[in-house]
């Protein structure tokens, strides 16, 4: 018999990390709804017809498909089994997908609930979401996203706003960020004074690899693509600017490139009458996103002092409703990545000690009788909103002594004859080692103040 084992690139997780993970999620989603977000949840497998082109090229690549149930050969393309033609058969025995995020979905729900929610509808959403990568530190096949989003508005001060979720959620996390803005129109105005308009997306492909490849290993990417050298020389020099004010003359001759320029501003101005933010928040031309449908203001966050991808990222999507029927309905949104926001945690011992504590006094008996009277106890401090437990027998004290331990339970309650004579039970605090004897409400009373 083979040896268990789970798909690459997902993970089991323990009661103390789904603890700490619980934790990230709690500090998030009370942050989503201080700002009056409402949650949502969409199904984890969408029909192919609604995940497929919305990613590009290399996102299409990322999604898991489901097969069809039942037979699903009787139906596929034999043309193209012969031919060895993956595409095309897969296309004839799949017609579901895992979601790959959480934003396409949510453009479909709008777009199907449209006469059920008001607008400008903000949402959030925590939930698992799938792509078909090669796992590596910080990346994963299955892992959670945290995305807070707003459809039916193009006020820019939403994106002011979610620059200030970002910041907040961060600050209570303690995780020292750089939050990155970009504009896409920026991007859409390097390639018109490029002479490039009509590669876009091959330059935003490109550009998007930076933090991987370097500048070389962008210029390369860019020749493997068809771009010429002049229009690599434009994008190189553009590239290198920092200061949105010199960019509008790089960009003089682009009027898309200058509306970028004049909506980053806008949040930049927002963001400075509303008091400013705790992490550093700096425009960074080199942001792309290589998602095709992002057409304005564009995020990522980076976190310091770890190396670490992106622990978050978002954007503007004007069109994003359009494909699924929905016109002329803006939205804009964030992600958190849960699994990179951990292992970042994790790297910087960030979690506090409370994130560990699922288990707060654990009752240990010395005999059967003892164990029924502990077992009384044991409902009174639950129903007073302690998370309290007893050890399942009366064994020998080692043995019970040793799974307080390995639970790191903080206090332990001892019973036998004598405390159940005078009411007065042991109480051990087990990081100093110190025993006393109290009533069983007046134990509960006191743990119920630490």
Known sequence: ???????????????????????????????????????????????????????????????????????????????????????????????????????????????????????????????????????????YQEFYQCDVDVVGSNALMYEAELTQIYDEVFAALKIPVEIKLNNRKILAGIAEVAGITNQFVDMTVAIDKLDKVGMEGVKNELVNRGIGADAIAKIETVLAIKDLSQLKIQLADSETGLKGVEELEQVFDYLAVSGGVTNEVNFDITLARGLNYYTGCIFEVKAKNVQMGSIGGGGRYDDLTGVFGLKNVSGVGVSFGAERIYDVMQELELFPDSADASLQLLFIAFDAKAHAFAFNCLAKARKAGLNADLYPEPTKLKKQMKYANDRKAPYVVLIGGNEMESGLLSLKDMESGTQTTLAIDAIIEQLLKS
């Open 1 to 139: 018999m083979s040896k268990p084992s789970i798909p690459k690139g997902t993970r089991d997780f323990g009661p103390e990390e789904v603890i700490k993970r619980n934790y990230i999620f709690d500090t998030i989603r009370s942050v989503f709804t201080k700002y009056a977000y409402q949650p949502i949840e969409t199904p984890t497998m969408e029909n192919l017809s609604t995940l497929t082109g919305k990613y590009g090229e290399e996102g299409d690549k990322l999604l898991f498909k489901v097969l069809n149930n039942g037979d699903f050969l009787a139906k596929a393309n034999k043309e193209a089994l012969g031919e060895m033609d993956s595409v095309k058969v897969v296309s004839s025995i799949s017609k579901r997908g895992l979601r790959y995020d959480l934003t396409v979905p949510f453009a479909r729900f709008v777009v199907m609930h449209q006469n059920d929610i008001s607008f400008p509808f903000k949402r959030y959403q925590i939930q698992r979401v799938w792509r078909a990568d090669r796992p590596q530190k910080g990346r």
